[in-house]
């Protein structure tokens, strides 16, 4: 009967939209960091065993980052920084102050927002706007690319590949965003997980964290590059990483 048609076929094209949003939001499973250090380590930025790759999310911001510049002068290390598109064209002198202290650049996306609430098309044209800014700005397109909060799409995938992107997660993390979060607390949380082979992941901007919250992971910086030396891992940017 026509009624009947008409439910199966409305059951039919629910049944088809679900499974499509499943299938776009299925690489969300890669925010699990047990998960994805044992099953996608590439993605997980997992690397070289004698090695560390320490990055940087959500700069530049001239009000902090600097300070992590210092620091890592201080120590003759380098890092890579995955800078937000926006941010960025606000402060282009402070992006390219970066690259010539032999920092990798990165991106973060051109804003913080998450990648799997924005279809193809939106998702596509955030990463291409934020990799040109960055290569306008340092003459060098950038290779890498890290999503905002960690979370990737199917449309991100196949964004970052047109573009040539490879995204990187990460291995250990800091948790330097909160308002509790101290030196002491982040460096507890990185080493509770670091291994050879890892990548940090911390913070040089507040621009999505409590207010202050960068000077935790600045404080605890030293310790944890202590915690590297102690080890014999050496510590640089995602470049010197790979296997």
């Known amino acids: 009967m ?8 409305a059951l039919g094209a629910t049944a088809l939209a679900a499974t499509a949003a499943a299938a776009y939001a299925a690489p969300v499973v890669s925010t699990l960091g047990p998960f994805r250090n044992r099953f996608m380590p590439r993605l997980a930025g997992q690397g070289h065993p004698d090695h560390i790759a320490l990055t940087f999310d959500d700069g530049p911001d001239p009000l902090s980052t ?33 690259a010539a202290a032999g920092h990798e650049i990165a991106i973060h996306g051109w804003l913080h927002r998450p990648l799997l609430l924005r ?38 995938h196949l964004s970052a590949a047109r573009l040539s992107l490879t995204p990187v997660l990460w291995t250990a993390w800091g948790e330097d965003w909160t308002a509790k979060a101290t030196p002491e607390s982040v460096h507890r949380t990185v080493t509770a997980d670091l291994r050879g082979g890892g990548t940090v992941l911390l913070h ?3 621009c999505t964290s409590a207010p202050g919250a960068w000077r935790s992971a600045l ?14 891992l050496s510590v640089g940017p995602l470049r010197e990483h790979r296997r």
Request: proline share 9%; aromatic share 10%.
């Open 2 to 9: 026509p009624t009947n048609r008409l439910a199966y076929a």
């Open 219 to 232: 404080g605890a910086l030293p310790r944890i590059l202590d915690f590297c030396e102690e080890r014999d």
């Open 119 to 156: 279809g193809p098309r939106a998702t596509y044209e955030d990463l291409a706007r934020a990799r040109d800014t960055v290569a306008d700005i340092t003459g060098r397109p950038p290779v890498l690319f890290r999503p905002p909060y960690g979370v990737m799409s199917t449309a991100a």
């Open 66 to 98: 600097p300070f992590f510049l210092r620091a890592l002068a201080k120590r003759r290390v380098h890092a890579t920084f995955f800078l937000l598109g926006s941010a960025a064209h606000r402060t282009p002198a402070l992006v390219r102050e970066i």
């Open 204 to 206: 040089d901007s507040d």
